[in-house]
């Protein structure tokens, strides 16, 4: 994704001052992130196929039913209780409202999934959750979100994959020209630019993530692709520029905090090392003073000292 730079922080945790830091940035990223809020549209499940040999496209749509929705408050209790591991504070801050406002674009009645939002949040998550502790429970958490929104988390990455190795094999102008050909993933841009066109396709963020991954994988970095892309799919490229600025910057919130996280972890992990070696120092010394035959040689050490001072009658 796009390059951020890290930002360091010094003289964490060397007192309250330090923690009150940390949380203020916590919040901070907190407050950034509830801007990163996701305009819905997109109606539950699809698979779009094009077959390059013809000219049809079949399009298959489960459509969402306005019975049985759940809340915001079972949604968040099925994530819990699917993944009920300790998570650390910074990436559940991430992690609670992210699902928050996943679960009310989840649930519009035009709610409606596709490949390019399906990479536009792995792509967010991937970013999120980068530096995560352990890889199989970043994987486990991912699958727990997904699931919670009842939603296939396998159908999300298989998704990603095919249009991120799709995008590496185009050109800047193979991107955008992709409605002259034939293709799987032509067929679901086709598709999208026929649904912005008559209004029936509802944009959101992750969209915007994902149209922004698809050109950075493709190497298509001049500014003017990202127009003529949004042109060709009937996308409003003034809401992409908006919504991927709030994204960048919402990386840049979680790198801080990250670095500041990071140092307060190793200044703790410091510390109970220096207080490790102190403690075994002074179990060292006790346990000599503790030895006959140590006390010993301090006794013959200490009479040889008198003697060579005149004997014990030198005071």
């Not at 945790?13 to 992130?33: E, I, L, P, Y």
């Not at 406002?101 to 409606?112: D, E, G, S, V």
């Not at 960048?248 to 670095?259: D, G, Y």
């Amino acid at each position: 994704m796009a390059a951020v730079t890290s930002v360091s922080f010094s003289a964490i945790a060397q007192s309250s001052n330090d923690r009150k830091a940390f949380a203020s940035s916590t919040r901070s990223f907190a407050s950034n992130f509830d801007t990163f809020r996701f305009r819905s549209g997109f109606s539950s499940q699809y698979m779009g196929v094009r077959a390059s040999n013809s000219t049809s496209r079949m399009v298959i749509h489960c459509m969402s039913t306005a019975t049985d929705v759940p809340t915001v408050s079972e949604t968040k209790f099925n994530f819990l209780k699917a993944y009920n591991r300790p998570i650390p504070s910074i990436y559940n801050t991430i992690l609670q409202e992210l699902i928050v406002q996943q679960h009310l674009m989840r649930y519009k009645r035009t709610y409606r999934y596709d490949p390019v939002f399906a990479l536009g949040f792995v792509t967010v998550y991937d970013q999120l959750m980068e530096g995560y502790p352990s890889d199989e429970d970043r994987d486990a958490i991912f699958q727990a979100y997904i699931k919670a929104l009842k939603e296939d988390p396998e159908q999300y990455r298989i998704d990603a994959k095919r249009l991120e190795e799709w995008a590496r094999s185009q050109t800047a102008t193979s991107l955008v020209d992709f409605s002259s050909r034939e293709g799987e993933v032509e067929g679901i841009l086709k598709d999208i630019a026929e649904r912005a066109g008559n209004g029936s396709f509802s944009y959101s963020r992750f969209f915007a993530v994902g149209l922004f991954r698809l050109l950075e994988l493709s190497n298509a970095t001049e500014p003017t692709i990202l127009e003529k892309l949004c042109a060709a799919l009937n996308v409003n490229k003034r809401s992409v520029d908006r919504d991927l600025d709030v994204y960048r910057n919402l990386l840049s919130k979680l790198v801080q905090a990250k670095e500041l996280l990071k140092e307060y972890v190793d200044r703790e992990k410091k510390k109970r090392e220096e207080r490790a070696e102190s403690q075994k120092a002074n179990e060292a010394v006790k346990k000599c003073l503790g030895e006959p035959h140590y006390n010993m040689r301090l006794s013959a050490l200490f009479i040889s000292s008198c003697s060579a001072y005149g004997g014990y009658d030198m005071f």
